[in-house]
């Protein structure tokens, strides 16, 4: 017989069976995972990982995303001038897409992974431990759909290369898909269990 | 609460969505089981589960090689005519000297998702024949680490849009293997997100004890 607390009931995030934290060191009793190894410094990794993903947001936003070719007059567009050229030529929901996808979704993201890691260390708002869960599930489900602009750009450069029209990715894509990726790292590294 | 032995935790579910702690009770064939705080789905009982997952996954693994092996769209700018494929996509990044992306590219569009549903049916197919368990077990954990970078669906919706914006400038044509990828994708949806991996456990759980008994 063990007596065990319901508190203490830990979900493996590889194979998701329920564990029994015991504190110091948590192998998964199914899959042989380690479970959070870093004890001391829980919410660290991820901070580390999230703070690397807005650095790298910066440079997205101001080089070009996407420079354009035509007879060797080349021009760049950033993300938002993207978004500001498709509005204007009235193609709305391709411009709210990239929108969501681009601008609101990175954003959001790191707003709400911040306010989930500073929330863990010091109990600020009297918000129930169920809609945090949520949260974090949210931000799982929409977090690699900001990868949307980089492929975007990736098909337009695979699709428009000729002699006297290029498109040609900028900058920006690669900085961009650093930010989505560690943004992405920080979301894994982040420890439900805390909440 | 109290339990028996660490075993009898495999009857414990935590839900996915919202971390409640509910108790796993039997059901009915071909039923779910739903939280009672957020309404997820928990688990479901499939008594089919591998033979269908192997089917599935096999008509995934073939639209895959389909949509790899013909061009996605065509596009036909001032009489000069362009197609895309996947690997396309990402060895023009790699020529143009975007090596980071252009990896990011190969690996989440190309490799990821290949090496997902081959993996899903392997995995199957060694369940269906109530095979080697202890490679069952190095598979699921394999998936459980590949699923999240699988963006073929990400990519499918990245084409539509890019193809939006080509309107105007372009004669679009879509290919064959546009609607293969497309097929691939509601495949792969089901599979990865439809069966939860907590289901495959479970499975796996109930053919290595019928085998024990």
Known sequence: MIEIDEKDLIRCPICEAVNINKGKTNICRRCGTHIYKHHKFRTEKSWAYLITAIIAYIPANLYPMLITSQFGHREGSTILGGVILLWEHQSYPIALVIFFASIMIPILKFLILIYLLISVKYPLGKDKKINKHKLYYFTEIIGPWSMIDVFVVAILAALIHMNNIQIIAGTAATAFALSVFFTLLAAHAFDEQLI | ?213
């Not at chain 2, 969505?17 to 499939?46: F, M, T, W």
């Not at chain 2, 997952?53 to 995934?60: E, K, Q, R």
Request: aromatic share 14%.
């Open chain 2, 1 to 213: 609460m109290k339990i028996e032995n660490e075993d009898e935790l495999d009857k414990i579910i935590i839900c996915p969505k919202c971390y409640s702690i509910h108790q796993e009770v039997p059901i009915k064939d071909g039923s779910k089981a739903l939280c009672s705080h957020c309404n997820a789905v928990l688990y479901r009982y499939d008594s089919n589960l591998a033979k269908n997952g192997l089917a599935l996954s096999l008509t995934a693994l073939i639209f895959f090689v389909l949509a790899n092996m013909f061009p996605l769209i065509k596009v036909d700018i001032l009489g000069i005519e362009q197609y895309l494929t996947i690997p396309k996509t990402f060895l023009v990044l790699f020529d143009s000297g975007f090596f980071i992306v252009g990896f990011f590219a190969m690996f989440l569009i190309f490799v990821f998702p290949l090496l997902l549903i081959l993996l899903y049916t392997v995995l199957f197919f060694i369940l269906y024949l109530k095979l080697a368990k202890p490679l069952s077990k190095q598979l699921l954990i394999l998936i459980s680490h590949i699923e999240p970078w699988s963006m073929a669906e990400i990519f499918l919706v990245s084409i539509l849009v890019s193809l939006v914006k080509l309107i105007g400038y372009a004669q679009i044509h879509i290919g064959v293997s546009f609607w293969a990828l497309a097929a691939y994708v509601i495949l792969d949806i089901y599979i990865t997100r439809h069966i939860h991996i907590s289901e495959i456990w479970m499975l796996r759980n109930r053919i290595y004890e019928d085998d024990r008994n």
